[in-house]
């Protein structure tokens, strides 16, 4: 059973930076895709920043030029986020598609609890 869990979150100030990180556990075999999304009160879930299982990288339009999204390990997932704007309090999510062939299995996507970030 694949379970993740973000931490790195907080409250800080705007042009602020943040590393947000993703444990995976129990994938012990497989190949999958990994991506963050966030989402602020109100508002839809969004996609941040996303790697595929070749590590093809795709960003979202408030995500370029100051998010980076990197694998540390086999284990790790990692989003570096740099001049932190307020627009971007949202609770920030890191997910993983399973593989079905050569396809992110979005409907099988499991999903981290959340870690808060807040910038005033």
């Known amino acids: 059973h694949v379970q993740l869990v973000e931490s790195g979150g907080g409250s800080v100030q705007t042009g602020d930076s943040l590393r947000l990180s993703c444990r995976i556990s129990g994938w012990t075999f497989g190949s999958f895709c990994l991506a963050w999304f966030r989402q602020a009160p109100g508002k839809d879930h969004e996609g941040v920043a996303g790697?595929?299982?070749?590590?093809?990288i795709n960003y979202g339009d408030s995500a370029k030029g100051r998010f980076t999204i990197s694998r540390g390990s086999d284990a790790t997932l990692y989003l570096q986020m740099n001049d932190l704007k307020p627009e971007d309090t949202a609770m920030y999510y890191c997910?993983?598609?399973?593989?079905?062939?050569?396809?992110?299995?979005?409907?099988?996507?499991?999903w981290g609890q959340g870690t808060q970030v807040t910038v005033s």
């Open positions: 997910a993983a598609d399973p593989m079905t062939g050569l396809l992110c299995d979005s409907h099988n996507r499991i």
């Open positions: 790697l595929d299982s070749d590590g093809e």
